[in-house]
């Protein structure tokens, strides 16, 4: 079992920069991909970056290429999330997600295991 807490949301103007935080615990940290999703107003949850665990590998939507990182700290357990250049479309609800996956990296809700409660990003025009 692997739990999230995300942290770092805020409200920021366009073209301003976020890091987010996700720290897990649990049994163990070791192993695990770890991804970012969010979900707009009105729309459905949809995949933003992710990072696998063991070359560190990382996939990211067209709508965020070029503007946000995410990286991963094993030794904190915790994944970043660095957000620039931000949009009003980028405001959303941003979830962490935890996969058992040595190597992969997933892009679909489905393939994630473990979810934390969300972090509000609120950016205006």
């Known amino acids: 079992q692997v739990q999230l807490v995300e942290s770092g949301g805020g409200l920021v103007q366009a073209g301003g920069s976020l890091r987010l935080s996700c720290a897990a615990s649990?049994?163990?940290?070791?192993?695990?991909?770890l991804g970012w999703f969010r979900r707009a107003p009105g729309k459905e949850r949809e995949f933003a970056a992710a990072?696998?665990?063991?070359?560190?590998?990382?996939r990211y939507a067209d709508s965020v290429k070029g503007r946000f990182t995410i990286s991963r700290d094993n030794a904190k357990r915790t994944v970043y999330l660095q957000m620039n250049s931000l949009k009003p479309e980028d405001t959303a609800v941003y979830y962490c997600?935890?996969?058992?996956?040595?190597?992969?990296?997933?892009?679909?809700?489905?393939?994630?295991?473990?979810w934390g409660q969300g972090t509000q990003v609120t950016v205006s025009s």
């Open positions: 649990g049994r163990t940290f070791s192993g695990y991909a």
């Open positions: 990072i696998s665990w063991s070359v560190g590998s990382t």
């Open positions: 997600a935890a996969a058992r996956a040595a190597q992969a990296v997933g892009v679909t809700e489905d393939w994630y295991a473990y």
